[in-house]
């Protein structure tokens, strides 16, 4: 086990960014979203809506649907524009934490409403998996869970909470993870309760 008793690979940054860092990121995020508004993502074959909307930020960015699938792609799946640039702020996290040489490449934006969730799944559409993912919580508190390399590997859940980062990689990086609930009204960062998360990700060797 490593730091804060975490599976190799797992580092997680209670409090990383501030209060004011965290309005600074919001802001930014809003930006990201006038230029690259929200859109639901659909499942592959079902077409079944996610419960969370999203969009991104970067060179590439992640999106799905029916007929397509789990892929990058280098622009807005409805605007067709490519995606606006990484904050800053962003980018600097990466820099401190993700022990890799090369930026990422994308930032994924999912917005969680209170009664929105994310499966059980692994980050598995890259082509890098010596770069970690780095995650970013937003806003209200979620309930984050964690497993292992197989889907039925024993899990373990941390109540995320606004400023939170977590970092998979190494012999982790490829873990099964998701968020089991969002707990609404703990957090006055945003303007309207639900949560917020970012992961940068490197998809390119």
């Not at 409090?15 to 802001?27: G, N, P, S, Y």
């Not at 508190?141 to 024993?154: A, E, I, T, Y």
Request: a neutral charge.
């Amino acid at each position: 086990m490593s730091e804060r008793g975490l599976a190799p690979g797992l580092r997680y940054f209670p409090d990383h960014f501030d209060r004011a860092a965290q309005e600074a990121l919001v802001a930014a995020i809003r930006q990201v979203v006038a230029d690259a508004p929200l859109f639901v993502p659909r499942m592959p074959k079902t077409g079944k809506p996610m419960s969370v909307r999203m969009t991104n930020c970067g060179s590439l960015g992640w999106v799905t649907d029916k007929e397509r699938g789990y892929r990058y792609q280098s622009t807005h799946p409805e605007t067709h524009r490519p995606w606006p640039a990484i904050p800053e702020a962003l980018l600097a996290l990466w820099k401190d934490v993700s022990g890799f040489d090369k930026p990422p490449e994308a930032c994924l934006v999912n917005f969680y409403d209170p009664d929105a969730k994310m499966g059980l799944h692994q980050d598995c559409d890259e082509n890098e998996f010596g770069a970690p993912v780095v995650s970013v919580s937003l806003g209200d508190q979620c309930l984050f869970r964690v497993g292992g390399v197989s889907r039925n590997d024993p899990t373990r859940s941390f109540r995320l909470s606004s400023g939170d980062v977590f970092v998979f990689g190494g012999e982790s990086r490829l873990i099964f993870h998701g968020v089991d609930r969002i707990y609404p009204d703990t957090s006055t960062l945003l303007k309207n309760a639900g949560r917020i998360n970012l992961t940068l990700r490197r998809v390119n060797p």
